[in-house]
């Protein structure tokens, strides 16, 4: 059979930029890592063993003066810097410039309306409750802004107050741009919110380099036979991926290693007489080069 890993696979910019800062402060002694440095447990446990430890918050609060934290691409709130402050801590910050970017939109837009007390504003995001890069973000608001995941949850805003809305660096535009939509509907059931002064401002502030990856990989899926989606079982990103992959090719698997190779394949290269049968490898923007490349030995090798 022809195996192909797709090419546009793989770490995206943020996380490259993290694991190379990882990589290189770690030749100059012990390391930290405030949580899970992307979320991929082959990667985690691969610069674990060149020394990086990967610490929670109660850890940073007991850290020796001095030490050296970093803090990965998802980004951090605002009392995470405060805390390793007072600790004396040395920041290594492995922030994603793009999300670093969106922190900073928000936090501008809370100082400036924070203090509107006629219309009092609602800053939304639109993002998963939990993740990491979005507890960042609703730090930069004091933990006041709203986050929502679907039109479904539009009910828990108040509208007849201003909103201004964001999205997670990783959401899709597709349910950005439905989520939009779906508010201002709730605007116009309530009242003509243009003519009486109430503002509902929006900005996508999704990264491309992450939301054009489903078009390519949609293109690459279509293209296969079989597809193997490699990607780690705590990875948000890669369940979107991975979703955007079966939508393609009904015809695809999810594993998060090597291991889980030929339990959950058996059955379709039983039905592989073709010699020319296309198997295709992708992963998503936490799925590590070279872990692509392992699960095609593997295969290779059966």
Known sequence: MQITIDEHSGFCFGVTRAITAA??????????????IVHNGQEVARLELKGL????????????PRSRVLFRA????PSTYWIAQQREIEIVDATCPVVKKLQDHIR??????????????QIVIYGQPGHAEVIGLQGQTNNTAVVIESPAQTDRLD????????????????????????????????????????PFEYYDTICRNVANRVERLQAFARAQDLVIFVGGAKSSNARVLYKHCVEANPNTIF???PDELQSAIS????????PDTKVGICGATSTPQWLMEQVSERLSAF
Request: include cysteine; charge should be negative.
């Open 53 to 64: 430890q990967t610490i929670d918050y109660d850890d940073l609060r007991a850290l020796p």
């Open 23 to 36: 990589e290189s402060e770690l030749e100059k002694g012990p390391l930290y890592c405030l949580g899970d």
């Open 159 to 198: 509208f007849t107050r201003p909103i201004y809305l964001f999205s997670q660096t990783t959401k899709s535009v597709e349910g950005f741009n439905s989520l939009v939509e779906a508010i201002k509907v709730r605007y116009t059931e309530i009242s003509n919110y243009r003519d009486i002064g109430i």
């Open 74 to 77: 998802h980004g951090e709130p």
């Open 255 to 257: 594993i998060s290693s």
């Open 108 to 121: 501008a837009c809370y100082e400036e309306h924070k203090n509107d007390s006629a219309l009092p504003p």
């Open 267 to 274: 059955n379709q290269l039983s039905k592989i007489t073709n």
